[in-house]
């Protein structure tokens, strides 16, 4: 539809019909295509023509179901306006890939545009538009359960998966087949909630907002994302929905963004609570001057903005220009021309699941596995006596709470895929224990995610019973494999955790394996960093696999068997122990460092833990071993429009093929703000077979050293600086130029 036919369709709807266009309600209002639920609309003050009339909705998926909404309400709608469908595609629709923060691993932004490709070609089957994805918080505290959501703790890796994601979700235009429109959240700075809390405060500076937290939103919107969505906490003391400065002036001026901003679930209705509105109408009022174009599941604007309208509270204005952004957005998808876009009831049978999606998962899933330790245990040898002991042998729950649009039947199990590769009359497999245990006086711990699941739980003379059939098969076992971890709700939305350890339960069952056996493998099954550190002291090796996703089983195989070598390298440290947390690679040196080999009690630590955490960003072992090369600089000195090439030789002097991650980072060493101790500029993954050696170069241009400055000005500033070139951020291999 051409801009003057949306023109005049805004001109011809009445005002109602606009304010009913910014109100977003959940598929629970629609009993069926025909008809809504009265509890729902009783309960949250919406009336039954607000819902005939909502602009979109979410949480619903299937194409037939969807096409049948979509027929009935454009029948019914004054001006036939098509509506939006929303979910939470965050990681997969059915054909689940590995969390974010496990794709970030990979160290590949392109494997992770390939990925969220597929997801929306799932979804956009299943009838739906719109995915609230990629989330880019920077995480940086493993105590809140959405850094799984995330790809970690650096600005610009976060940058180049944001940038992925946008695209492989919407591709170059929305209206071709088999795109849906991406939504970058959460505007803004949610991941730095105090205390690792849900929904808690953020108090940042504004320095540090535009220099490490803003510029991931920014890569997303300038990857073209159709939509933003607002955060929950506050910016400055007000609320991010109802905050003007922050998406008035700092998103739409500054940071160019022109599409659809939509609040997130009730945070209008909820800067009530925050005690920045006084009530409903004044939340309305705030929210809409602020910009905020679509209302999620509450009734602040069909309640309210009408009489605050004609009372000349809310200029008409600002409805309108909300509303044509709406619109936009359903043209750019082409819902005008065909409001069910890619709905197919008979693709969504052949593509969900399908074997290159499968593939596809299996492939990522593999790549985003770490190796923690390995004192030469892996590869195992799969014609040993094995066990396999510990919760997840045979589990399928290996997704995410954040993955509810699939399901465990079609996730494959590490024991499934052992039983096709280990030898079958040397190998046991036990389960030793459940994922969560009884506490101390025996009663149950339950956990409830989106879907109100819960996990019952077994007495403790059952648990006993388990573990010590358990630790039977491993006095007999050659090799033990322990497939440990968190439940798949103890991380995601409202999983925030002030003990991030393995459940007691399965450290039980770990210790009185251990005290039979000292050949253990542990596969740790996680959606944070954790605190392990008991494991890494006992277990002759460590896997990261994260929440792998649907083929999870069969990539934990390949690479404990070394059908494939494991390569991921951290995206967010894991801390020594929750003490640490928050706990970063690039932060600021302080005015009196802990300095190595320094005797001082006057210097920045603790007098019980180490500074640094367990295992740093960038860490990760494989099964090869490699050596690199010192820095070399082609010159010293760097002029603005020059280059500088840092080069280093990497080599494999292990015995079998291998990828390493090279990675480039920078300090300014003085500057008129502080800068961090590194920051990462660089990285390159780099396959070789035994005895291979090659050059890797990188370079080095005056752009990448700007920042933000006390002005808020984005520039570099003449000095020093370090180079430095390793395979994770705690490399001392380093070099220096001066930028003119």
Not at 377 to 383: C, H, Q, R
Not at 539 to 551: K, Q, S, Y
Request: charged letters at 25%; one cysteine or more; glycine letters at 8%.
């Amino acid at each position: 539809m051409k801009t003057e036919k949306l023109k005049s369709l805004l001109d011809s709807m009445t005002l109602q019909e606009k304010i009913d266009q910014m109100l977003q309600l959940t598929g629970a209002f629609y009993q069926d295509a025909d008809s809504v639920l009265t509890g729902p609309e009783e309960q949250l003050g919406i009336t039954g023509e607000d819902v005939s009339m909502a602009g979109s909705i979410l949480g619903t998926c299937g194409a037939e179901k969807l096409m049948k909404i979509q027929k009935n309400y454009m029948e019914k709608h004054p001006n036939h306006i098509p509506l939006l469908f929303m979910m939470d595609i965050i990681h997969g629709m059915k054909t689940i890939f590995p969390i974010p923060l496990g794709q970030a691993t990979s160290f590949e932004p392109e494997l992770a545009k390939r990925c969220a490709a597929a997801a929306a070609k799932e979804a956009a089957v299943a009838g739906l538009h719109v995915t609230f994805a990629p989330m880019v918080d920077l995480v940086r505290d493993a105590r809140w359960g959405r850094v799984m959501e995330s790809t970690g703790e650096d600005p610009w890796l976060n940058s180049l998966f944001a940038k992925a994601m946008v695209e492989g979700f919407q591709g170059d235009d929305l209206s071709r087949p088999y795109k849906v429109a991406a939504c970058v959240k959460h505007f803004a700075a949610y991941g730095a909630v105090q205390a690792g809390r849900e929904y808690h405060t953020v108090e940042l500076s504004e320095h540090t907002l535009r220099e490490y937290y803003l510029p991931v939103y920014q890569a997303g919107i300038d990857a073209g994302a159709a939509m933003v969505m607002t955060s929950f906490n506050t910016i400055n003391g007000i609320p991010a929905s109802t905050n003007r400065w922050l998406m008035r002036d700092v998103l739409r001026e500054e940071m160019g963004f022109d599409g659809v901003l939509i609040s997130d679930f009730s945070a209008i209705l909820e800067t009530i609570a925050h005690g920045n509105s006084k009530d409903c109408r004044e939340a309305a009022v705030k929210a809409v001057q602020a910009g905020v174009d679509i209302d999620m599941m509450t009734n602040v604007y069909t309640a309210n903005l009408r009489e605050l309208s004609e009372e000349g509270m809310v200029e008409k204005a600002r409805i309108d220009e909300s509303v044509m952004r709406i619109l936009e957005l359903k043209n750019k998808l082409g819902l005008f021309e065909n409001p069910y876009k890619d709905a197919d009831a008979k693709k969504e049978k052949e593509i969900l699941l399908c074997e290159e999606h499968r593939a596809l998962a299996r492939e990522a899933a593999v790549k985003s596995f770490v190796l923690l330790e390995n004192d030469g245990i892996l590869p195992v040898n799969t014609e040993k006596s094995t066990a396999f002991i510990g919760p997840y042998t045979d589990s399928r729950q290996i997704k995410s709470s954040w993955a509810f649009t699939g399901d465990d039947k079609d996730c494959v199990s590490i024991e499934a895929a052992a039983r096709e590769v280990f030898d079958r009359s040397r190998t046991e497999y036990r389960k030793g224990s459940p994922v969560l245990g009884t506490d101390s006086k025996g009663s149950e711990k339950r956990l409830t995610g989106f879907t109100g699941d819960e996990f019952g739980m077994l007495t403790r003379e059952e648990e006993e019973e388990m573990r010590k059939e358990a630790v039977e098969a491993a006095k007999k076992a050659e090799t033990v494999i322990m497939p440990l971890g968190e439940h798949y709700l103890q991380s995601g939305e409202a999983a925030s955790r002030a003990q991030i350890s393995i459940p007691e339960v399965q450290m039980e069952l770990f210790r009185a394996v251990y005290e039979v056996n000292k050949n253990i493998i542990v596969i740790l099954f996680c959606g944070r960093p954790l605190d392990i550190r008991e494991i890494t002291e006992k277990a002759r090796a460590v896997l990261v696999v994260w929440r792998p996703g649907t083929e999870g089983g069969n990539a934990v195989v390949d690479v404990l068997t070394g059908k494939e070598n494991p390569s991921g390298r951290l995206p967010m440290s894991f801390p020594y122990c929750v003490g640490q947390v928050p706990v970063h690679y690039n932060e600021f040196s302080t005015g009196r460092p802990n300095q190595k080999g320094v005797q001082e009690r006057f210097r920045s630590k603790y007098l019980d833990i180490p500074n640094e955490p367990l295992y740093p960003f960038g860490y990760g072992l494989g099964y090869t071993r490699f050596s690199l090369s010192q820095i070399r600089l082609d010159k010293r000195k760097l002029k603005a429009g020059e280059t500088i090439q840092a080069s280093v030789n990497l080599k494999n002097v292990g015995t079998c093929k291998g990828t390493e991650t090279v990675q480039f980072y920078i300090r300014d060493v003085a500057a008129s703000v502080v800068r961090p101790v590194k920051e990462l500029k660089g990285f390159e993954k780099v396959t070789l077979e035994p005895g291979e050696e090659r050059t890797v170069r990188f370079s080095i241009e005056e752009p990448m050293l700007r920042f933000h400055t006390e002005n808020h000005q984005f520039v570099s500033e003449a000095g020093e600086f370090l180079v430095f070139v390793g395979t994770d951020s705690r490399t001392e291999n380093q070099a220096g130029f001066i930028l003119c």
